[in-house]
């Protein structure tokens, strides 16, 4: 996402080419398909109306969406899920000057240039404004409210918000420029090439992201888009080091963990060792070897894994293993941690029957 605004914004201030003047548009048609961004404002001809409101424009767009409330815990959350949108666009422009007026039914001074935008619906950028809205509410009766309660999930009603982009309005505009066959009787000041062919303002073919319409200036649409990618920068930064912190944290206990079993294995095989030396000194007349080893192996797995000396009398709830003795249960991390799996739990003392 960084990299896409870096780039949209890399766009704009390289390659997008800011045309003050319609006027200027004659010179650059030779090199047509072009970057530019133009500033003027919205004239067509046969306006759309709302629905909603008393207002018209070049595009009108209504949204339904249903109102619902869900409900976690004793707390009732509202939402809005999408039913539908309808978008009304009819043929229209920009024109210069800016300062221009004209009429109601979309006559035009003579000496107005303007520059028509093809599917101006499919532009990004911040270029309506809300001509109205409306809210359905839902009768439910008892029975529905009942179910709604007990399900924990109900319906509110249907909103309707409309949006226009008004005739007059001051917007600016970033597209590619491009040479259109069209009705000459339709856009009388367009700009025409010397095919006859109209110029006129449509999305980028290669970068569908560039075709941009907004109230705001071309200087501070760039602003917003450099604002953008700057704060997407720092969140992919932080994500960055707290993933990069998590790795090493889990690594860093794996270790701890690997090494902790390494030492045990270590102290257990030194331990066995100084028992068998210990009890070298048996006489083999009394006691045969095989009893010698199955005594030896019984008195280890009896014996507390810490201090290799007492017995074993406690075992832990979580795992079950049966591995240190009372002195040592009540030591450093034994308290709530088996010293074996490194499970939480508190030791239990067994009681056995011998």
């Known amino acids: 996402m960084a990299v896409s605004k870096r780039h949209t914004v890399r766009e704009l201030e390289t390659h997008v080419t800011p045309i003050s003047s319609f006027k200027d548009i004659e010179q650059l048609i030779p090199l047509v398909p072009l970057l530019v961004a133009i500033t003027g404002r919205v004239w067509c001809k046969e306006p759309v109306p709302c629905a909603l409101s008393d207002q018209q424009g070049a595009i009108v767009e209504l949204r339904e969406e249903k109102k619902t409330e869900s409900r976690a815990s004793d707390v009732w959350l509202s939402g809005t899920e999408p039913l539908r949108t309808v978008v009304r666009e009819k043929p229209w422009a920009i024109v210069q000057p800016a300062d221009a007026v004209f009429g109601q039914q979309g006559a035009m ?9 093809l599917d101006g619906s499919h532009a990004r950028g911040s270029y309506f404004v809300k001509s ?14 009942v179910v709604a309660h007990v399900s924990g999930h109900r319906s509110l009603g249907t909103r309707q918000v409309e949006r226009v982009l008004p005739t007059g309005q001051l917007v600016t505009a970033v597209g590619e420029l491009c040479r259109v066959v069209d009705d000459p009787k339709y856009f009388e000041g367009a700009i025409r090439g010397g095919d006859g062919n109209m110029i006129a303002l449509k999305a980028p073919s290669r970068n569908k992201k560039m075709f941009i319409l907004s109230s705001s200036s071309f200087p501070d649409i760039i602003d917003v888009y450099r604002g953008a990618a700057a704060s997407t920068r720092t969140a992919s930064l932080y994500f960055i080091a707290a993933g990069s912190t998590m790795l090493l944290v889990t690594c860093y206990r794996r270790c701890r963990k690997m090494l902790h079993e390494r030492a045990f294995v270590k102290r257990f095989r030194e331990a066995l060792k100084e028992k068998k030396k210990k009890r070298a000194h048996v006489s083999e007349e009394t006691q045969s070897p095989n009893d010698a080893e199955e005594e030896d192996a019984t008195s280890m797995a009896g014996v507390c894994v810490i201090c290799l000396d007492k017995r074993c009398t406690l075992a832990y709830a979580g795992c079950g293993h049966l591995c240190v003795c009372p002195g040592c249960s009540t030591r450093g991390s034994a308290r709530t941690m088996c010293p074996v799996c490194r499970t939480r739990g508190k030791p239990i003392v067994i009681y056995s029957v011998s």
Do not use: K, R, W, Y
């Not at 001074?109 to 935008?117: F, G, N, T």
């Open 109 to 117: 001074a003579e000496d107005l240039v303007m520059v028509p935008v």
């Open 132 to 145: 109205g809205e409306i809210f359905h509410p839902v009768e439910e009766s008892i029975m529905q409210h």
